[in-house]
Antibody, heavy 120, light 107 residues
């Protein structure tokens, strides 16, 4: 059974940083791309970033490009999202998700999410 | 850009429901549908526009290609009242975009 468990959310000040982590189990981690998706309270879903299985390629939404960095540690079955220069508009629940294959694709499995609040 | 309509659909149990998703440019059949219930993460319903994910009941079906897609629930059950989102995955470099969602609520 695939399990994805996010951590690292919390309160951050505008301009501050947070690092989210997602620990995966139940599948061969480095065979699959991983994505981060966020959901603003009461609103819809926004894909934020993706990374290939090897970690060699990364992709970002325009809204976070230059501020967020996605990375992975395949020895620990973990994917990270480093969030810098945070803004109020980054307040959301952040989900990590497993792609169908080793490239951007539909999202087969999702974690339960971690809440990030950006406020002074 | 992915546009879903309607934003809200009020229906009675047992009714047939049709949700629409339109892409601003062709995404071929690289389209998925997700269901999300309050307080839960989204879960995959349909991928490649018309293939049901594992364990999804046959009352859910997807159709379409190019720019126009439809999710149909043949006979709405009580557990189907939820939000539904479409997502295109045609070009990762340009981003994997979601539609704004449709809320299916009890009439």
């Amino acid at each position: 059974e695939v399990q994805l468990v996010e951590s690292g959310g919390g309160l951050a000040q505008p301009g501050g940083s947070l690092r989210l982590s997602c620990v995966a189990s139940g599948f061969t981690f480095d065979d699959y791309a991983m994505s981060w998706v966020r959901q603003t309270p009461g609103k819809g879903l926004e894909w934020v970033a993706g990374i290939t299985g090897s970690g060699g390629s990364t992709y970002y939404a325009d809204s976070v490009k230059g501020r967020f960095v996605v990375s992975r540690d395949n020895s620990k079955n973990t994917v990270h999202l480093q969030m810098n220069s945070l803004r109020a508009g980054d307040t959301a629940v952040y989900y990590c998700a497993k792609d169908r294959a080793n490239y951007g694709d539909y999202l087969e499995d999702w974690g339960q999410g971690t809440l990030v609040t950006v406020s002074s | 850009v992915m546009t879903q309509s309607p934003a809200t659909l009020s229906v009675s149990p047992g009714e047939r429901v049709t949700l629409s998703c339109r892409a601003s440019e062709s995404v071929s059949t690289n389209l998925a549908w997700y269901q999300q219930k309050p307080g839960q993460a989204p879960s995959l319903l349909i991928y490649d526009a018309s293939t049901r994910a594992a364990g999804i009941p046959a009352r859910f079906s997807g159709s379409g290609s190019g720019t126009d897609f439809t999710l149909t629930i043949s006979s709405l059950q009580s557990e189907d009242f939820a939000f539904y989102y479409c997502q295109q995955y045609n070009n990762w470099v340009r981003g994997l975009t979601f539609g704004g969602g449709t809320k299916v609520e009890i009439k």
